[in-house]
């Protein structure tokens, strides 16, 4: 059939409620919906990437020129074959190898590399690094009141239910003008 807007739908029973703000979850999680294009690149960080660890008590900061010569010199990688960034904690450094040998030759050196008065512990790249999995544990039927006309689209309600921390299942067709009803996953 025909996709019509879910604004362009006559509403011959409208009503009014009232919002509860108790109802309305506060969260600080993020949920961040798979991508094609994400497997890809987690297929490629998997095999070329390492997150470096300083360990020790020396308050010298070890930054990428000197991890990157420590590494020339331990493992014979050439610093065209590597990039070196700063990291997000709890790790210190990001390395990009050109090739998996050179990413896992220096893997191996975990722990018996020492730059800046430090060892360095050297682990591979996991999507969970910084991340924790948890399953969707609600089913629910959700009324949304209040939209304005622009957020009435699938992609605007997968933001929102985003935000909430869940997962949208489906848009029930709308009653009236005021209220959208979905069914989605929340934790």
Request: glycine residues 4%; hydrophobic residues 40%; aromatic residues 6%.
């Amino acid at each position: 059939g025909s996709r019509r807007s879910l604004l362009a739908r006559a509403y011959p029973q409208e009503v009014w409620r009232r919002r509860e703000p108790c109802l309305q979850p506060e969260r600080s999680h993020v949920l961040l919906a798979r991508i094609p294009s994400m497997d890809a690149v987690e297929a490629r960080y998997r095999c070329l990437v390492l997150l470096a660890t300083a360990v020790g008590d020396s308050e010298e900061a070890v930054t990428p020129a000197a991890l990157l010569a420590a590494i020339e010199e331990r493992c014979g990688v050439l610093p065209a074959e590597v990039s070196i960034e700063v990291a997000c904690p709890p790790h210190d450094l990001w390395l990009l190898f050109s090739t998996e040998e050179k990413c896992t030759v220096v893997l191996q050196s975990s722990m018996k590399l020492k730059c800046c008065h430090r060892w360095i512990k050297f682990e591979r790249w996991v999507r969970e690094i910084r991340g924790s999995s948890c399953a969707l544990e609600y089913k629910l039927k959700l009324s949304f009141e209040g939209l304005p006309d622009q957020a009435w689209s699938r992609r605007s309600v997968e933001g929102l239910l985003k935000d909430l921390g869940g997962e949208l299942i489906e848009i029930i067709p709308p009653k009236n003008q005021r209220e959208l009803e979905v069914m989605a996953w929340l934790r």
